[in-house]
């Protein structure tokens, strides 16, 4: 009695679970991707303090010598605060490996930097974003 | 036998007679074709501007910008720093540009005055993201006219983004 009692349970568990699996991956699939989203690729956003580079070094020559890096999509670099901001392809490198390739193009000690969070960002997140993102992971379709 | 001769003279003239109408008619087509194709027109900004891989490294180059700027970098850092709002700004930056220079690409974002609402976004702040684009523009050579052309769809949009 007590084991029919559990196998009902898993057995009711499971569709449930099945169900809710499948109800996500309908809605998540029930539009095909946009054309952004099938051809641009996921990257990232990090920040690097490059404090020990010369002060003579000009802005523009940083910012190509790390976009020319394979998997950067784009650099900046605030010479006040001496430090770079980079977009990285995250299908191509690791932010380590990216450390790396950066040290090794300027020569110079390049440290990761946390990035200060501000509430009133562009654009405000929340739930909606987090709804968003899993929607595009399990979006299959193209 | 002269009942079978003039079925075949018939048949061969009938054929005769229905492929010099049919290629007649394939010229007429073809004529009336070419006289309805509308002339080349100039080509889309979103093709000027070099497709949606030159969209996206000037959107990149754009974030990364103002993500960097001590003016306007707080507004941006929060989001920049967190993979998946970057990943939906940038698309939905990449979409607007693209769809609005005619591109094949469709904006699902919130309207402007629905995303800056709450913001309180100040006219030199909007003025310094403006020459972020500028630059981020300048890096990759956008051309001037193509730069002017892009400046005239977003700069409207000024009045739903500042002071709300």
């Known amino acids: 009695m007590k084991k029919s009692s559990l196998l009902k349970f898993i057995k009711i568990t499971g569709v449930v679970t099945g169900l809710a699996f499948l109800s996500i991956m309908i809605w998540a699939n029930w539009e095909p991707k946009g054309y952004t989203q099938i051809y641009v690729s996921d990257s990232q956003f990090i920040t690097f303090d490059i404090s020990e580079l010369k002060s003579g070094d000009q802005t523009i020559n940083i910012e190509k010598e790390i976009s020319s890096i394979d998997g950067v999509s784009s650099c900046s670099y605030n010479s006040l605060k001496k430090f770079v901001g980079v977009i990285f392809y995250t299908s191509q490198m690791t932010s380590t490996q990216l450390q790396d390739k950066i040290k090794g193009q300027l020569g110079v000690k390049v440290t990761e930097t946390e990035i200060p969070q501000v509430k009133t960002g562009c654009p405000v997140g929340g739930v909606r974003y987090f709804i968003m993102h899993v929607k595009h992971v399990l979006n299959f379709r193209s | ?164």
């Open chain 2, 1 to 164: 036998m002269k009942k079978m001769n003039l079925i075949l003279v018939a048949s061969i003239a009938t054929t005769l007679f229905v492929v010099s109408c049919k290629k007649e008619k394939e010229t007429v087509t073809e004529t009336v074709y070419v006289d309805n194709t509308p002339p080349p027109g100039p080509a889309t900004l979103y093709t000027r501007l070099g497709g949606i891989n030159a969209i996206t490294a000037v959107v990149d180059k754009f974030i990364s910008n103002c993500a960097t700027n001590s003016f306007i970098g707080p507004r941006f850092s929060a989001t920049a720093a967190d993979n998946y709002r970057l990943q939906f700004f940038r698309y939905n930056l990449i979409d607007q540009v693209c769809a609005g220079s005619g591109g094949p690409c469709q904006y699902k974002g919130k309207t402007m005055l629905q995303a800056h609402t709450g913001m309180n976004i100040t006219a030199p702040e909007f003025d310094t993201l403006v020459n972020q684009l500028v630059k981020a523009m300048n890096f990759y050579n956008v051309p001037a006219q193509e730069q002017g052309d892009l400046a005239a769809i977003l700069l409207p949009m000024k009045t739903d983004i500042v002071g709300h």
